[in-house]
């Protein structure tokens, strides 16, 4: 989309029916428990020799880079609101990151809003603060009732607003990077749609909400990601032995059976210690009786 041209105003509407505000942290009861940096290398080595380049690569290149300015131009047009899900896998908690870049040139991005599905519905929701945003989690009744794990449920989290303070607003050349908690996901291979609503302070509405239906990119793309399938047994013992360590009565047992086997293992030392003290004496004293024994002979005669 380019930077400078809004496109017409429409309004957004939300899947869900009536919405009512509510705190921004909402969980319904569902089973299941809620879950949650790059790495550099470098290597050193000898210099490689130097080789001498061919006239055809450097013409390749050449024309590499002559497209790339080429292309360049068109890259503002193509950007627009996306949704980068931490993990897809089908029962799990993941967290959703909706990028949002600004696309006026003369207006601010003032409201974000996402419309959460409702025929697979997310039962816990829970918002990342960012500075300078308010959040509210808005919960609805669902067109019709779901079954999640053996419960019915007729109402759900259905919409996310956020809201910028004065002076907050995404401004040209700029983007705001808003994350949410959710979770269980629905079963593999089903595909999350979340609709979009972009306000700019000109009283502008994007709404994000078309979907492809024959693999090419539509003007208003809506934020989408595909379920996986589900961890197996020993991906998900990792994990929970991974939330283990960070629950801190299971890190108070392992430092306190770590504190037993440092114990243990400076007894032993000091036992071992003793001993080799007694041993020495013991050879010290007999050595001196040794001695003793030598000398009487000489004295009686």
Avoid: C, K
Avoid at 129 to 153: K, R, S
């Amino acid at each position: 989309m380019n930077p400078d041209r809004i496109p017409p105003t429409t309004v957004g509407t939300s899947t869900a029916g009536t919405a009512a505000a509510g705190p921004a942290s909402v969980g319904l009861a569902a089973p299941g428990t809620a879950p949650s940096g790059p790495t550099a290398a470098s290597a050193t080595g000898t210099r490689p020799a130097r080789r001498r380049r061919r006239p055809a690569a450097v013409a390749a290149g050449a024309l590499v880079a002559a497209a790339a300015l080429v292309l360049l131009p068109a890259l503002p047009a193509s950007a627009h609101v996306h949704v980068v899900p931490e993990d897809t896998a089908a029962g799990g908690w993941t967290t959703l990151t909706f990028r949002v870049p600004n696309e006026s040139a003369t207006a601010g991005t003032t409201e974000v809003a996402v419309d959460l599905p409702t025929d697979t519905p997310l039962t816990s929701v829970s918002t990342r603060p960012v500075p300078g945003w308010t959040a509210t989690v808005e919960t609805g009744t669902l067109p019709e009732p779901v079954e999640v794990d053996g419960a019915t449920l007729t109402q759900a989290p259905v919409r996310v607003v956020w809201t910028a303070d004065a002076g907050s607003e995404i401004t040209d050349g700029e983007y705001q990077e808003f994350a949410i908690s959710v979770g269980p996901l629905p079963a593999e291979g089903t595909t999350l749609v979340l609709p979009t609503t972009q306000t700019y302070s000109d009283g502008t509405e994007v709404v994000w909400d078309e979907v492809s239906t024959d693999g090419t990119e539509p003007d208003n793309p809506a934020p989408t990601f595909t379920i996986t399938a589900a961890e197996d047994d020993s991906e998900e013992s990792g994990t929970a032995d991974d939330q283990a360590t960070d629950d801190p009565s299971a890190e108070s047992v392992s430092i306190s059976a770590a504190g037993t086997d440092a114990a243990d293992d400076t007894t032993a030392r000091v036992l071992g210690g003793a001993g080799l003290v007694l041993g020495a004496a013991a050879l010290a004293v007999a050595l001196l009786r040794r001695r003793s024994g030598d000398a009487d002979p000489e004295q009686r005669g």
